[in-house]
C-alpha cells in the first residue's frame, strides 16, 4: 500500500489549497462589496451594520485559514510524520495491555489535538468575538466549560471506546458489525438523554415564558400536526449575542429550544415563521433522511475500516510500523476528512435543497415575509456577510444565500398561509 502515502498526502495538501483558495476568493467578494448595501437589505441593515458584517467574515476567514494550516500539519505530523507511533512508543514501554493501552495512546493524541487547538479557541471567543461586540463568556464559564466537556468524554467517551476495542480484539473480522450497532444505540441513547440530562449541564432551560407567544406557537404545532414535550428558552446570552433556535430529542421527546437572544430580536409572527421552517424539516422528514444517510455511512465506514485494519500496509502507509487496534481507530479518523473533504460540496447542496423546501413549508403554514424579514434581522445581528462568493457559498454554505433565499421569499409568488 505504499501508493495510500502519496494519495494521503496528496489528499491532505489539495484540500488545504481549495480551502485557501475558496477562502481568499470569499474575503475577495465581501471585501469588494463592503460599502454597498444590496438592494433587498437597504431599508432594514445600514452601511455601518454592513460594513461590519464584512470586516467580522473577514476576521473569521483569517482566523480560518491558521487554523487550517495548523489542521493539515497536524494530520500529517500525527500520521505520515511519525506522531501516533511515537505516542503508542512511548505508552508501550508501561507494559499496559489491551484495551488500556489503546485507551492511553488514544487519550494521549486526544488531548495533545486538543492543547494545540485550545490558543485558537481561546482567541476566537476573547479576541475574535470580543472585539466584534459578541462574547459574553467570562474566563471562569470558559474554563468550566472546558472541565464539564472533559469530564464528559471521559464519562461517555471512555466506555463507548473500551468497548470497540475489545470488539476489534475478540470479535476478530466481523468486529465492525457489532461496532456499528453499538455505535448505532449510543447515538439514539445520546439523542433521547440530550436534553433532559446533558444540555442542561452547560446551560438552564425555561418553559417560554412569554404566553402570547407560547399559544402562538403550540397553535401552529396543532396545524402542522407536530407534539413535543414543550416549548424551551436557554439562557444563551451567557456566552453569547448570537441568536439561534433548534430541535432536540427524538419520538415524543423532542423539545423546541430557542436561543434568549433570538427572543430579543424577532417579533411574535417571525419567531412563528421561524418555528414554522424548523417544524417544515421534521414534516418533510429532512430529520430522518439525514439520520439514515448518517446510519448508513457509519456502517460503510465502518466496514472499510474492517478492512484495512486486517492491511499491515495501511499501518505503514501512514506512519504506523506497529500494527494495533487503537492504530487502525486513530489513523482512519485522521485520514477519513482528507477524503470526505472532496463531498462537501454535495452534502451543501443537499442541504440547500431541504432549506429551500423548509420555507416553502413555512410559508404555507406562517408568513414568508415574516420569515424574511426575520432572516434579515438574524443575517444583521449575526454579522452575516450579505455578499459571499458565488463559488465559496456552492462549496460550504449549508444554507442558501442571503440575497438568493430573501429574495425568493418576497416574491410575489411565494406561498402563504391560509
Given at each position: 500500500m505504499r501508493w495510500l502515502t502519496a494519495l494521503f498526502v496528496l489528499a491532505v495538501l489539495l484540500g488545504l489549497a481549495i480551502e485557501l483558495w475558496l477562502g481568499a476568493r470569499q474575503a475577495a467578494a465581501v471585501a469588494r462589496h463592503r460599502e454597498r448595501v444590496?438592494?433587498?437589505?437597504?431599508?432594514?441593515?445600514?452601511?455601518?451594520?454592513?460594513?461590519?458584517?464584512?470586516?467580522?467574515t473577514l476576521a473569521r476567514l483569517r482566523l480560518g485559514r491558521f487554523g487550517s494550516l495548523i489542521d493539515a500539519a497536524l494530520t500529517l505530523a500525527l500520521t505520515v510524520g511519525g506522531g501516533i507511533a511515537a505516542v503508542d512508543a512511548l505508552w508501550r514501554h508501561g507494559r499496559l495491555t489491551e484495551p488500556w493501552l489503546g485507551l492511553a495512546v488514544i487519550a494521549s493524541v486526544a488531548l495533545l489535538v486538543q492543547l494545540i487547538h485550545l490558543p485558537l479557541s481561546v482567541w476566537r471567543t476573547f479576541g475574535l468575538e470580543a472585539r466584534f461586540g459578541f462574547n459574553r463568556t467570562t474566563p471562569a464559564l470558559f474554563l468550566a466549560d472546558l472541565g464539564r466537556g472533559l469530564a464528559l468524554a471521559v464519562a461517555l467517551?471512555?466506555?463507548?471506546?473500551?468497548?470497540?476495542?475489545?470488539?476489534?480484539?475478540?470479535?476478530?473480522?466481523?468486529?465492525?458489525?457489532?461496532?456499528?450497532?453499538?455505535?448505532?444505540?449510543?447515538?439514539?441513547?445520546?439523542?433521547?438523554?440530550?436534553?433532559?440530562?446533558?444540555?442542561?449541564?452547560?446551560?438552564?432551560?425555561?418553559?417560554?415564558?412569554?404566553?402570547?407567544?407560547?399559544?402562538?406557537?403550540?397553535?401552529?404545532?396543532?396545524?402542522?400536526?407536530?407534539?413535543?414535550?414543550?416549548?424551551?428558552?436557554?439562557?444563551?446570552?451567557?456566552?453569547?449575542?448570537?441568536?439561534?433556535?433548534?430541535f432536540t430529542g427524538i419520538g415524543r421527546h423532542k423539545r423546541i429550544v430557542f436561543f434568549d437572544t433570538l427572543l430579543e430580536q424577532l417579533a411574535h409572527p417571525e419567531v412563528e415563521a421561524v418555528l414554522a421552517h424548523e417544524l417544515g424539516h421534521f414534516r418533510l422528514r429532512h430529520v430522518r433522511q439525514r439520520l439514515l444517510l448518517s446510519v448508513a455511512l457509519a456502517f460503510a465506514g465502518l466496514a472499510l475500516l474492517g478492512w484495512l485494519s486486517r492491511e499491515p500496509g495501511f499501518y505503514a502507509a501512514l506512519g504506523v510500523p506497529v500494527p494495533s487496534t487503537h492504530a487502525a481507530l486513530l489513523l482512519f479518523a485522521f485520514a477519513a476528512p482528507a477524503f470526505t473533504f472532496f463531498v462537501t460540496p454535495l452534502a451543501s447542496l443537499w442541504s440547500r435543497r431541504h432549506e429551500f423546501e423548509a420555507d416553502d413549508f413555512a410559508s404555507r403554514h406562517a408568513s414568508a415575509a415574516e420569515l424574511a424579514s426575520a432572516l434579515v434581522k438574524l443575517h444583521r445581528d449575526n454579522a452575516s456577510t450579505l455578499t459571499p462568493d458565488a463559488l465559496y457559498a456552492a462549496f460550504y454554505y449549508s444554507h442558501p444565500p442571503p440575497l438568493v433565499r430573501i429574495t425568493r421569499l418576497r416574491a410575489p409568488a411565494a406561498p402563504q398561509a391560509s
Open positions: 444590496p438592494g433587498p437589505f437597504a431599508a432594514s441593515i445600514s452601511p455601518a451594520e454592513h460594513g461590519k458584517a464584512a470586516d467580522y467517551g471512555a466506555p463507548v471506546l473500551t468497548a470497540i476495542l475489545l470488539l476489534m480484539e475478540r470479535a476478530v473480522r466481523w468486529w465492525w458489525v457489532w461496532a456499528w450497532g453499538l455505535w448505532l444505540a449510543v447515538m439514539l441513547l445520546m439523542t433521547w438523554a440530550w436534553p433532559a440530562f446533558i444540555a442542561p449541564l452547560f446551560n438552564r432551560f425555561v418553559p417560554l415564558p412569554d404566553l402570547a407567544l407560547r399559544e402562538r406557537l403550540e397553535a401552529l404545532l396543532d396545524r402542522c400536526g407536530f407534539t413535543s414535550r414543550g416549548v424551551f428558552v436557554v439562557d444563551s446570552s451567557r456566552r453569547s449575542t448570537h441568536g439561534n433556535a433548534y
